[in-house]
Nanobody, 121 residues
Framework: QVQLVESGGGSVQPGGSLRLSCAVS????????LGWFRQSPAEKERESVA????????AYANSVKGRFTISRDNAENTLYLEMNSLKPEDTAMYYC??????????????WGQGTQVTVSS
């Protein structure tokens, strides 16, 4: 079973930056569509933030375009999310997800445990 372990969350002021990392086991970084999702307490479902295909094609939520960048390091088996110009509305638990194809199907995806991002002055 593929395992995903997120890290890099924390508390920042508006306008700040964070980089999230997701360690991916079993060489799955080379075999799965990977993505970052987020969920705040008020939301019923996890929102797709960014996804990346095996060929490197990326897709972003409109709310983060131009501010967030998803990338994968196949040699290091790691998925990243570079987050710049953070806003209070970016506050959420961020999850790394994996699925056989893109777009990732939430109900069938493999998930990490999540890492909290809080943006507040």
């Amino acid at each position: 079973q593929v395992q995903l372990v997120e890290s890099g969350g924390g508390s920042v002021q508006p306008g700040g930056s964070l980089r999230l990392s997701c360690a991916v086991s079993d060489d799955a970084v080379n075999r799965y569509c990977l993505g970052w999702f987020r969920q705040s307490p008020a939301e019923k479902e996890r929102e797709s933030v960014a996804q990346i295909k095996l060929d490197g094609t990326t897709a972003y939520a409109n709310s983060v375009k131009g501010r967030f960048t998803i990338s994968r390091d196949n040699a290091e088996n790691t998925l990243y999310l570079e987050m710049n110009s953070l806003k209070p509305e970016d506050t959420a638990m961020y999850y790394c997800g994996a699925y056989h194809t893109c777009p990732i199907i939430r109900s069938r995806a493999i998930w990490g445990q999540g890492t909290q991002v809080t943006v507040s002055s």
